[in-house]
């Protein structure tokens, strides 16, 4: 499984960006896609995710409202919709896939994409 992120740049507070995470292909029935992200000197966050299935969708508390994950099924493609960007959103954004397999959890990560907000 490889993914490949997309989209990251430099934008001024109050602006949008919408970053993508191609997935290659992938079998699994149920499985969750995430975007984290990590800004220097603190720890990697969970963000977003979705569930396949049902599209099941969840967002850190700083970011509800502002953020919208979403999925493309014919493109293997995660979005991150970010609106209202803030100088604290500034980060690498990374995507994550994981599954579970049996009694084994597997995941998997994208080599990330850096976005800055600032004025």
């Known amino acids: 499984v490889q993914l490949v992120e997309s989209g990251g740049g430099s934008v001024q507070p109050g602006g949008s960006l919408r970053l993508s995470c191609a997935v290659s292909?992938?079998?699994?029935?149920?499985?969750?896609t995430s975007w984290y992200r990590q800004a220097p000197g603190k720890e990697r966050e969970l963000v977003a995710s979705i569930i396949s299935g049902g599209d099941t969708t969840n967002y850190a508390d700083s970011v509800k409202g502002r953020f919208t994950i979403s999925r493309d099924i014919a493109k293997n493609t995660v979005y991150l919709q970010m609106n209202s960007l803030k100088p604290e959103d500034t980060a690498k954004y990374y995507c994550?896939?994981?599954?579970?397999?049996?009694?084994?959890?597997?995941?998997?990560w994208g080599q990330g994409t850096q976005v800055t907000v600032s004025s």
């Open positions: 994550n896939l994981n599954y579970w397999h049996g009694l084994q959890f597997r995941q998997y």
């Open positions: 292909t992938f079998t699994f029935s149920t499985y969750a």
